[in-house]
């Protein structure tokens, strides 16, 4: 490409990764039969930039058409004038990579910063943990408007399968919920939850109208109707102080997470587990824990991670430094010295030197939030959640390793 200056930082860490490893790992996953596939590295590159620049699977392709050095990052020679892919490939590629394909992904960037000498094999030996909350993209949850959007969801798949309902109250209902919004802005408390009521009430009626009219239809109809006639009765059902309680209909797997903050006191998504080198702060493991389970019992899956991305670089974590809310889980990883401020009264003063840098990965966790997707995932499921954790740490590395470039560590 004549259009560049391959002195660009991104042309110059275009050479550090490895890029032969993916096709390695990947290729596998095309077939022989149809037509020709997109290049591995286009894709997996597609992926990097998304993450590292914060955009969206259509921004990223759309950009790509338009910047020559993200074309060249990408494998090209020439620079395109056309779209490389439509962006609904992007979806259909992260399903087939799954989890583990995505930690080649932040694999390759930890490997790019030893292989150029960026970050030091020693520097793996120290290690902090700490856990946020990856959000769901979902509207906040209130009662009155689950119940809503449950009658709204039965009504449409009624009107679409043919099936005709004694009464869709989509006047009503939507005029319920207007009006339990002005009641709760307004603090009139008691004609909210009147009006909250009656939305349940509608939503129970089309349920159980429903359910008497669904036996008569065809196998088909009564599958289409299996999620969400499961659903809206788990929602009907909940209590105010139920454990499990469901805060999406489209979204089941969100969970409610309180982390103490005075200006957010509740927060909707997953627990995840960030893992970054203690004195570089680039980061070694990404993984997100389903169930909101205690810190201290996701310490153990979150090194074994940390592990297997770092088995190529030779080192393994010795010392991990965290919060508080990692006490007690000292047997469950022999081998690791956990470090906190549980015990300072019994620490070296290389430890207590460590402890105090263990506030640095604050920060990390702040860019992946602010600057590369983690503040929202809007990928489907579980799975989603998982993919979308270890495909931002894979882009904050890559922004850590462009820096790098930029400052001369990397030549």
């Known amino acids: 490409m004549n259009l560049i200056d391959l002195r660009h930082e991104l042309c110059r860490l275009a050479e550090q990764i490895e890029w032969s490893q993916l096709a390695d790992r990947f290729g596998a996953l095309y077939a022989e039969n149809g037509r020709p596939g997109v290049p591995i590295r286009l894709m997996a590159g597609l992926h990097y930039l998304k993450h590292a620049f914060g955009l969206s699977d259509e921004a990223v392709v759309k950009s790509w058409r338009e ?40 694999k390759l960037t930890i490997a790019a910063g030893v292989a150029s000498e960026a970050v030091a094999p020693s520097s793996f030996r120290q290690v902090t943990v700490d856990t946020t909350v990856q959000e769901k993209a979902i509207a906040f949850p209130t009662d009155a408007r689950l119940y809503h959007k449950g009658r709204v969801w039965l009504v449409r798949l009624a009107r679409q399968s043919g099936i005709e309902l004694r009464q869709s109250y989509r006047r009503k209902g939507k005029e319920a919920l207007f009006m339990q919004q002005r009641y709760a802005a307004a603090r009139q408390m008691r004609r909210s939850r009147r009006e909250m009521k009656r939305l349940k009430v509608y939503l129970g009626r089309v349920y159980r109208d429903l359910q008497r009219k669904l036996p008569a239809q065809s196998e088909a109809v009564r599958e289409r109707f299996g999620i969400p006639m499961m659903r809206v009765k788990r929602l009907l059902a909940q209590q105010r102080n139920d454990q499990d309680k469901l805060y999406s209909l489209h979204a089941p797997e969100v969970e409610c997470i309180g982390k103490g903050k005075a200006r957010q006191p509740y927060e909707f998504g997953v627990k995840a587990s960030i893992a970054v080198t203690h004195r570089r702060g680039l980061i070694v493991g990404a993984r997100a824990f389903p169930g909101n389970p205690y810190d201290g019992h996701i310490l153990s899956a979150q090194l074994e991670q940390t592990n297997i991305l770092l088995e190529d670089v030779g080192r393994t974590p010795k010392q991990v430094v965290v919060d508080l809310g990692f006490r007690g889980v000292d047997a469950d990883n022999p081998g690791v010295e956990i470090i906190h401020r549980g015990r300072f009264k019994s620490m ?12 640095a990965i604050e920060p990390a966790i702040g860019h992946l939030k602010a600057d590369h997707r983690m503040n929202r995932c809007w990928l489907a499921g579980s799975l989603g959640d998982a993919l979308h954790a270890v495909l931002c740490a894979a882009g904050y590395n890559l922004r850590w390793l462009l820096r790098a470039v930029v400052r001369g560590r990397i030549g």
């Open 67 to 106: 910047n020559p050095y993200w074309q060249y990052f990408c494998g090209e020679d020439y620079f395109q004038h056309e779209l490389p892919i439509d962006p609904s490939q992007m979806t259909r590629f992260r399903s087939r990579l799954g989890t583990s394909g995505c930690e080649a992904l932040l």
């Open 348 to 359: 070296t003063d290389q430890q207590r030197r460590w402890l105090k840098r263990r506030q």
